[in-house]
């Protein structure tokens, strides 16, 4: 089916970028993983590939906040339990070679300072500034859906909002350092201390 193939080539585009970045990933390389049709590149993405990157991180968009929002959480180490482990299992399910792939598309085609997944504080960006609104657009919807579970467990707003946008910039930094070091020792760490910053966090005697 057409819309088969679209979806092969958007999860595969997904998966490379995560691996490779959008200048390494070309059109020839997502059709061998995918194993979709050479005609069905222009068909499905007339644009070309900005536009394949662009339904690639929205796919992944809403994977993240699909799985974030099918939690319980009892308290705010719960939110960030599930959102550190669903990316510790990328990491491990790679061997360390994968990362996020909106931070992918993020380094290939701009910057995304921190107060560009804050919202609201800033004026809209303009209709032609391409995949980074997209990466933006993707950032801030993570951001929105941790800062209200938070808040959802009874941490002050303010402070759930700043703790989300902590917590979104400290992982993909993380998952940044366990490519260089091709396992998950960094994301562990950088777990560990975000913990530290919740209110229900359990400190050890050394903290």
Known sequence: MASDSRAR??????????????????????????????GSIYHH?????DQLAAEAVRWTGEQV????????????????????????RVVLSSDGRSGCVVAGVAVDTGTVGAAAIRG???PAPDADDGLI??????????VSLLAAQFAGVGMPPGRADA???TTVAALEGALI???????????????????????????????
């Open 9 to 38: 080539m958007v999860r595969s585009a997904a998966s490379l970028i995560a691996s490779r970045g959008v200048n390494a990933t070309s059109f020839s390389d997502v059709l061998a993983d995918s194993g979709a049709p050479r």
């Open 45 to 49: 993405f007339p644009e070309g590939k």
């Open 65 to 88: 906040l699909a799985f974030q929002r099918a939690g319980e959480f009892g308290g705010a180490v719960d939110v960030l339990d599930r959102f550190v482990g669903m990316w510790r």
């Open 120 to 122: 609201g504080e800033y």
């Open 133 to 142: 609104t997209v990466v933006r657009q993707t950032f801030r919807a993570w």
């Open 163 to 165: 703790l989300a946008v």
């Open 177 to 207: 350092l366990c490519r260089a070091e091709g396992g998950v020792g960094p994301l562990d760490a950088v777990a560990a201390e975000l913990a530290r910053l919740l209110p229900d966090a359990a400190v050890g005697p050394d903290g």
